[in-house]
């Protein structure tokens, strides 16, 4: 009943956010407004949007002029999932060719988005093809899909472990700790604690055996974000220095 409705939102991404048919989308909207763009990130004003500007794609679509791994590697699932859909009702060759494009586009997000020198998944800007170097959540992404090879595995858990960045008092905030930019009390997205994204970074670490790091990350969450294991609210994010509950 579902399988051609998925499938027709998930083609939607390639209609209207691939701005130069590379395979690798991009946030956009409708308006051609970049702030409309990077609400449709769900990360409204991270940092990584700052410099961001519109491209065109038809009448009713703009993208950003830069391709989003955390995007991609949720298009990646997409397919893969959709894979699994089309074998259980039948549909054979529509999933070998999910899967052949799930293949594919992991290569891409693994050639295009990460970064050896410094050991983390970026954005990625359409024209220059320069890296927007904003260390953020969308970055451990990828270890969450499981499309990573141990090698960069390794690197990313180190930037995930490191104090500097992502280690904090409650760990794994939504920019890293030394950006100027990181405000945690006023940031949204520049700062303050997420939990579904802590989520993508535990599961990402215990996917390629890092699982005493994702008990020890999931530890220090538990016991310092006000309200999960007491009698206040679930806050809708948290300061990673004090723990504190922020916004709704």
Not at 29 to 43: F, V
Not at 128 to 154: H, Y
Request: overall charge neutral.
């Amino acid at each position: 009943e579902m399988y051609d409705r998925l499938l027709q939102y998930h083609k939607w991404w390639y209609r209207n956010r691939d701005h130069n048919g590379n395979g690798l989308c991009e946030f956009g909207c409708t308006d051609g407004t970049r702030i409309a763009a990077a609400w449709e990130s769900g990360m409204d004003n991270a940092v990584r949007f700052d410099s961001a500007t519109m491209l065109r794609n038809n009448n009713c679509a703009w993208s950003l002029n830069q391709e989003s791994v955390d995007l991609n590697t949720f298009l990646y699932k997409e397919k893969t999932c959709l894979a699994t859909l089309a074998a259980i009702i039948g549909k054979k060759e529509e999933a070998q060719r999910l899967t052949k494009e799930a293949e594919l586009l992991s290569r891409q997000i693994n050639t295009y988005f990460f970064d050896g020198k410094s050991g983390f998944y970026y954005d990625r800007q359409i024209s220059r093809q320069n890296l927007v170097k904003i260390c953020g959540p969308e970055g451990w992404l990828p270890l969450w899909a499981g499309i990573t090879n141990p090698s960069q595995a390794a690197q990313v858990r180190s930037k995930m472990l490191d104090p500097k960045l992502f280690r904090s008092r409650l760990p794994l905030p939504t920019l890293n700790l030394s950006h100027p930019a990181f405000d945690p009390k006023n940031g949204y997205w520049r700062g303050p604690v997420w939990l579904d994204q802590v989520y993508f970074g535990l599961e990402g670490l215990k996917k390629y055996g890092y699982s005493s790091d994702a008990q020890e990350l999931q530890q220090a969450l538990f016991s310092q974000a006000e309200g999960l294991t007491g009698t206040s609210p679930i806050f809708e994010n948290y300061h990673p220095l004090t723990g504190k509950g922020l916004n709704a």
